[in-house]
């Protein structure tokens, strides 16, 4: 059983940065993000192969958002720049226990998940 968690939520104006960070107990296959506002359903943000040589955006974050992994620290991070308001949500990460040919778009396509950290982006 891998346990994650996250790190580095917190307050911020829009337009400004944060980064999360997801260390993991154990390796991991592909990584994601996703994010629940209140409300609303939770939603696939961005993803990553398990090399860290492929990504998925969603195209709402598109551009403004960067993940990445660090194998060696079975840590993955989410840079979040030019931050909206409606980009307030908690963050969860997720990862998958094998390797798969397509992503896990669907929260139930992942086996472990962390805690989730509070973004809240003020306008």
């Known amino acids: 059983q891998v346990q994650l968690v996250e790190s580095g939520g917190g307050l911020v104006q829009a337009g400004g940065s944060l980064r999360l960070s997801c260390a993991a107990s154990?390796?991991?296959?592909?990584m994601g993000w996703f994010r629940q506002a209140p409300g609303k359903e939770r939603e696939l943000v961005t993803a990553i192969n398990t090399s860290g040589s492929s990504t998925f955006y969603a195209g709402s974050v598109k551009g403004r958002f960067t993940i990445s992994r660090d194998n060696a620290k079975n840590t993955v991070y989410l840079q979040m720049n030019s931050l909206k308001p409606e980009d307030t949500a908690i963050y969860y990460c997720?990862?998958?226990?094998?390797?798969?040919?397509?992503?896990?778009?669907?929260?139930?396509?992942?086996?472990?998940w962390g805690q989730g950290t509070q973004v809240t982006v003020s306008s």
């Open positions: 154990g390796r991991t296959n592909d």
């Open positions: 997720a990862a998958r226990s094998r390797m798969y040919t397509t992503w896990g778009r669907d929260w139930n396509d992942y086996n472990y």
